[in-house]
């Protein structure tokens, strides 16, 4: 597994983020090994050669991960898995690949000429940290207060994530919005009673003290600065990095940006809190490209050692 360093060309299902159950709640025997995160290594990017007739790529072409590809020469029109996707100038382009894509992936480039380069890409799947609580009921049934305030809530979340903009931040290599102990992994995942499964972490917790500031990871434009606390995500914060790519950032105790505004790899944005649903201080960092949800490890690399 690959994260880029590319000084060249790199959520949203959101949801609570809780604290482990206590251990007495966990039937051991049903869970799984704790698998280790993947390590992540650094690609040297692809060059594009004057005429090149194939495709090349680098980063993760793995379940929760980020490519940076680029286009034979002449391309002009490209698609993943039948949608048309953007192709930059240079003839970069991104993909990815969501938690539970499947073993295969293709892509096909039509030419000025009318002709096709065609690609399949080989999909490695994870394990995911999964337990198994068969004693517990699912969720408690929601509240009317929650069901009256979420339509309008994911309105907001989804018109955002629609926007276009001009970032370029996607071209960066990414670094950490904030360092400390990862406290949920991407992907992980808790069963219920009779089988019934709950949503997977579609980010990572990083537990960090209230108010630790909170940094962009690479370059991008504020699609939602929440102007209240969501009741999920609490006070919520989304950047668009440009090529479908973007973050959010939830539970935060201040947002320090506004919508429009462009931010710059490493700018303080905002601060860590426990708002909305959460049980305890910390950062939850989710990314998405288009629907694929990414795992920001594999993007940001090994979270780095904090002495």
Known sequence: MARWSFGVPAMIVLGSCTTPLAASQVQPAARPQRQPPPTATVVVPPRRAPDRTAFSYAGSMIQGGVVIGIAPSSTSLLSFNGMTIPVAPDGRFVIAFDRDAGPVA????????????????????R????????????????????????????????????????????????????????????????????????????????????????LAPADGVVILAADHPFTLEGN???????????????????IAVHV????????????????????????????????????????????????
């Open 106 to 125: 293709s892509i096909v480039a039509t030419l000025e000429d009318g002709r096709q380069v065609r690609d399949t890409l080989t999909v490695a799947p």
């Open 127 to 214: 394990q995911w940290d999964i337990s198994r609580l068969n004693t517990l009921p699912k969720f408690p049934v929601p509240q009317p207060e929650f069901e009256r305030l979420r339509p309008a809530e994911l309105a907001q979340i989804n018109a955002a994530r629609r926007l276009v903009t001009d970032a370029a931040g996607w071209r960066q290599p990414f670094l950490w919005p904030t360092t400390g102990r990862i406290s949920t992994l991407f992907g992980s995942q808790r069963i219920y009673k009779n089988g019934e499964a709950g949503s997977y972490h579609s980010g990572l917790d990083v537990a960090v003290p209230q108010g630790t500031p909170v």
């Open 236 to 254: 919520l914060l989304m950047i668009d990095h440009g090529m479908g790519l973007n973050s959010a950032f939830l539970h935060l105790s201040r």
């Open 260 to 307: 429009g505004e462009h931010v710059q790899r490493g700018e303080t944005i905002g601060f860590s809190g426990m708002t909305g649903r959460a049980t305890g201080p910390h950062l939850h960092w989710s990314m998405k490209w288009r629907e694929a949800k990414i795992d920001p490890l594999l993007v940001a690399g090994p979270m780095p050692r904090t002495e």
